[in-house]
């Protein structure tokens, strides 16, 4: 019988995290889900195992943690940091401190405090990989985007870092940078956008092989989506 993973899939009850998780149950992966929302777990596959938990606390994601590696018979393997959302706002110069903040609350505190916490579960299982989500924008900003822009480059910049802090110990952390992603919420707020908007199908097969051991050779890749 097949050795069977684990993946952590934090935002996997959201437009991308949905397919993702789904992409990952249909490869033979155990999948783990956490979400503040209790009712969120109605958006998952049965499949999945849902954890109620707020991924801005250190607590609850150390909990998230131990749950993911909990399992002898298959171990933690794969992270995938897909929470965090978007915000556009005024230029630079008429952009409040708290609005900037929050983004960087936002994008970048789960995306460090779960890695943070799963880090020593990679290594202690033997190595595997991490994928983060940077933003398009963080490559090619827009005049009113600055708190979303910078905080998706923080980032990137914070995956890379990883990639080079953990490679020794067989731990490799990859980036996507997506541009529009199709989902109801995009549909409904830029209607003429829809024939760019890339199909959440799509980046799940790409964060599913980032994850796999067909991307061994890749580490520290931004790869725009």
Same mark, same amino acid.
């Given at each position: 019988?097949?050795?069977?993973?684990?993946?952590?899939?934090?935002?996997?009850?959201?437009?991308?995290?949905?397919?993702?998780?789904?992409?990952?149950?249909?490869?033979?992966?155990?999948?783990?889900?956490?979400?503040?929302?209790?009712?969120?777990?109605?958006?998952?596959?049965?499949?999945?195992?849902?954890?109620?938990?707020?991924?801005?606390?250190?607590?609850?994601?150390?909990?998230?943690?131990?749950?993911?590696?909990g399992q002898e018979d298959a171990p933690l393997r794969a992270l995938a940091n897909l929470v965090g959302g978007f915000r556009a706002g005024p230029k630079v110069v008429d952009t409040p401190l708290a609005e900037f903040e929050?983004?960087?609350?936002?994008?970048?505190?789960?995306?460090?405090?779960?890695?943070?916490?799963?880090?020593?579960?990679?290594?202690?299982?033997?190595?595997?990989?991490?994928?983060?989500?940077?933003?398009?924008?963080?490559?090619?900003?827009? *005049?009113?985007?600055?708190?979303? &822009?910078?905080? @998706? #480059?923080?980032?990137? !910049?914070?995956?890379?870092? +990883?990639?080079? %802090?953990?490679?020794?110990?067989?731990?490799?952390?990859?980036?996507?940078?997506? *541009?529009?992603?199709?989902?109801? &919420?995009?549909? @409904? #707020?830029?209607?003429? !956008?829809?024939?760019?908007? +890339?199909?959440? %199908?799509?980046?799940?097969?790409?964060?599913?092989?980032?994850?796999?051991?067909? *991307?061994?050779?890749?580490?520290? &890749?931004?790869?725009?989506?």
């Amino acid at each position: 019988m097949a050795c069977v993973s684990t993946a952590l899939i934090t935002g996997g009850t959201g437009g991308l995290g949905v397919s993702v998780v789904e992409s990952f149950l249909a490869d033979g992966w155990r999948v783990v889900v956490p979400d503040i929302s209790a009712g969120a777990r109605e958006r998952l596959p049965a499949e999945a195992e849902f954890l109620e938990a707020d991924l801005t606390d250190p607590d609850d994601v150390a909990r998230v943690a131990r749950t993911a590696a909990g399992q002898e018979d298959a171990p933690l393997r794969a992270l995938a940091n897909l929470v965090g959302g978007f915000r556009a706002g005024p230029k630079v110069v008429d952009t409040p401190l708290a609005e900037f903040e929050a983004l960087f609350a936002l994008n970048l505190r789960p995306t460090f405090l779960v890695t943070q916490a799963v880090l020593p579960r990679l290594v202690e299982a033997g190595g595997g990989a991490i994928v983060c989500v940077s933003a398009a924008a963080a490559l090619e900003p827009w *005049s009113g985007g600055a708190g979303y &822009a910078a905080s @998706k #480059a923080a980032v990137l !910049a914070f995956a890379r870092t +990883v990639a080079k %802090e953990h490679a020794d110990e067989g731990v490799r952390c990859n980036v996507i940078a997506p *541009s529009m992603i199709d989902t109801p &919420a995009n549909r @409904k #707020a830029s209607p003429d !956008a829809i024939d760019k908007m +890339v199909p959440p %199908e799509r980046i799940a097969k790409t964060i599913r092989f980032l994850c796999s051991d067909d *991307s061994a050779a890749v580490n520290g &890749a931004v790869v725009s989506v």
